[in-house]
């Protein structure tokens, strides 16, 4: 029994001044990898890596194979720059002492 039924989906993905939208119709069935193909996105941005960058659907990370509903909405996530933990970590030993009792203290000695 083939089903030769299509549904619509958007393909996202962001780089830090543009974010570009496809939107593209794939068969019933379809999984997120194949959507991902199809938008045309892989050619466009060489920088993206399957293997490497993660991906999601409406926020939510998500397998490559996983099987995409109507209007869903497929994510390509960058690749992380700096580590948010060492970010925050940064900006605080830098900034504002804002815990009693936390952060560096000078020893007397």
């Known amino acids: 029994m083939e089903n030769n039924e299509h549904i619509q989906v958007e393909v996202a993905y962001a780089l830090p001044n543009v974010q570009e939208i496809v939107t593209v119709e794939v068969e019933a069935g379809a999984t997120l990898r194949q959507a991902i193909e199809r938008s045309g996105l892989l050619n466009r941005y060489p920088e993206i890596d399957l293997a490497v960058?993660?991906?999601?659907?409406?926020?939510?990370?998500?397998?490559?194979?996983?099987?995409?509903?109507a209007r869903d909405?497929?994510?390509?996530?960058?690749?992380?720059?700096?580590?948010?933990?060492?970010?925050?970590?940064?900006?605080?030993?830098?900034?504002?002492?804002?815990?009693?009792?936390?952060?560096?203290?000078?020893?007397?000695g």
């Open 53 to 69: 960058n993660k991906v999601g659907i409406f926020g939510r990370l998500a397998k490559q194979d996983e099987v995409l509903r």
């Open 73 to 108: 909405r497929v994510e390509i996530y960058r690749v992380l720059i700096a580590d948010p933990k060492e970010v925050r970590k940064q900006r605080a030993a830098e900034g504002k002492r804002m815990k009693k009792g936390g952060g560096d203290t000078e020893e007397a």
